[in-house]
Each structure stands twice: as structure tokens, then as C-alpha cells.
């Protein structure tokens, strides 16, 4: 007799992602509620098994000769092949800082050739430019159809569909994100006012610090509504709480399914509840205390960084992380991702912005995905929340 199972909702949306309505449910296996709650937020059928299989079609000899006869007849046409659904691929993408995130994130989607334009700003000379240059002169050997150009002029944003910004200060040793609040309010809010008249209908996507509070000022400053308005965070440090679980349980990131909400900072809350390792529990693989080590190294993880550097933050992981969001806008990926967003009234939060789980599309956010979470991390959503209020003064 085979094993028992344990349905979650990592199976559900495993399931969804292969292209299937109806998962088999096979006697003894163990589907949890949180399965089931998945199940019918996404519209799968959950059905007892086993489901009978439909027979072979047996063809006879006599008809398979006439056919491959017909099949051989000049007039015959080879019916069309059925195409699998493509990625959406961008018009133009371009990015605000060509620093050290936004030539990465330039790099990257160069490389997976995922926009026929891709265009860098930088109010530092020659630096944007040399970027482009440099981007180009590689495509002699990736062979990417994706051309790159920079300046120090903004209006080279005008018609894109995705702008990422990642212009502003950078952390120093000793410096939190929140620290950065007032110097990069002000590139924000300039850089929105050109975004408004140029690019109405792009989506940004917010990478400067402090991530949440500036993805309320983008949001302020260009009027645009909550969809087309997301911060770059929740990727970023799920990422990094991944990598922490799997170093400690010593299996591969592939391994492990596990996602942080709240602020980008302090008030992080890496969910335990949903975090699983080779899709069971974490504390099947890792103490109490070895977990909350690898919620504090997510948490820290961008200051460890930061520490090492002296002279800068991250840059390679940030940019990453910005291109997942890419992915999942243009359709290269499905399901839920988290990310800063407006919320109003999910989770029990309004007018701030905060990292939560949620689906994205060609418009941008599409649904915020509210799982259930414990009491504590309940508790930790709404500290963040409030933690956000307080510093913008709202």
C-alpha cells in the first residue's frame, strides 16, 4: 500500500501552475484545511479517487493505413500545433539609478531578452551612457534583441511600460532604511513628477529606501492608482529568509517554499506558518532556536551587507528580485509574490503600504492574496503597519 499523503496548499498550487482544475484525492490521504481554502480561492475541483482513466482509443489496421495514406495526399495540411501561452514581452523598461541595482536589473533583462528597449537614467555623467554601451557591446554574444541606451535626461522614461526606480541614497554602516527618509522623499517626488507627464500608463515599480514609505510617496506624487504602484521588498527578503532556512537544514533553496511580509526593515514578519522545507513543516528539519536564527539573519540580512560593503547596500539580490516582479507583470510567471502594496482593508490594514502576498498581471497588482496567518504574525502585520504611520507621520 503506498504512503499516506499530506495535501497542502503548495500541492494545490503546484497543481494550478501545471495547467490542472481537479486534483485527485486518493484514500488516506490527509488534505489540510489550508489546501482546501486554496482549492476554492483558485477554482480547483478536489475529487475522491481513483479517478478512472479513459481507455486507449484502439485504432484497426485497415483505418490507420487509410489515414497514413490521406496524410500522404498533397492536399492535406498539417493542422496548426497548439501554442502554450507566451510571456508577455515589454515594449520599453526603463530604469531610474543606473547604479549598482539598476545595471544589474538592466543586466538581467537584457540576458532573458525580456524587452525590446531597455533605458537607463543617472544624474552622474557619462554613467548611464557607459552602462547602455557596455550592455550592447555583450549582445554580440548573448544575442539579445533588447537595446540599451542612458542619459542624464528623465524624459528617456516617456512611453514605458515598466519604470523601476532605484535612484536615491544608499545605506552607510551604523544607518537604517528609515534614516534615508528625507533625503530620498525629495528624488522620489521629482522623479514622479516627470513619470505623471511622460509615462502615465507605467507601471512603477519602487526600489528605494525606505522601500514601503517610498512607495507611498510615488503613490502620492504621481496620483496613480494602487495597482500601478508596487514596492520591490517582499521578494527580496523571502529570498533571503529561503536561503537562511535551507543553509541551516542543509538541503538546497530549491528546497524550501517560505515568504517574509510587513515593512522592508525591522518590523519584517518572515511567516513561519507557510514556511516549508521538501514541503513539510520547518520544525520536522530545524529547532525553535536554529528557526528564529534564520528569521533574524532575514530580517539583518541587508545590514550584514551593508556592514561588509562600508560603501554601499545590496545590489546583485535587489536586482533579482525586481526582475521577479517583471515576470510575473509581463506573465512569465503565475501565482502569488509578495510585494508593497495599498492596501485597503486586506488583512485588516488601510492607507499604508505594506508587503503581502498577491498576484500581478499586465496591469499590475491584480488581488492581494490573503492567507491565514497566526495570531502573532497577525500581530506583526499590523506593528509594521503602524511602524510605517508613524514615520511618515500619518
Known sequence: MSARRVIGSEH???????????????????????????AVRIGMTLMDGPIEKPAHPVTDGNTALRRGLYRRSPKWVAPRAASATKARRLRKLALVGAGGVGANIAHLAANLDIADEIVLFDITPGVAEAAAMDLNHASGITGTRARCSGGQNLALVSGADVIVVTAGRARAPGMTRADLIDVNTRVIRSTADVIKTQAPDAIVIVVTNPLDEMTVEMLRATGFPRNRVLGMAGTLDSSRFRNALAVAANVTPADVSAIALGSHGDEMAPITSHARIKGR???????????????????TGGGQVVALKKTGSATVAPAHSSIELIDHIRGAKTGPVPVSVMLEGEFGITDVVLGVPAHLGAQGLVVVDEIKLTDSETTALHAAAEAIRARLGL
Open 281 to 299: 513543516p520547518l520544525s520536522v528539519f530545524l529547532s525553535e532556536a536554529q528557526i528564529a536564527t534564520c528569521v533574524k539573519d532575514a530580517i
Open 12 to 38: 494545490i498550487e503546484d497543481a494550478r501552475q501545471r495547467g490542472r482544475i481537479v486534483f485527485e484525492i486518493l484514500p488516506g490521504d490527509i488534505v489540510t484545511s489550508l489546501a482546501r481554502e486554496t
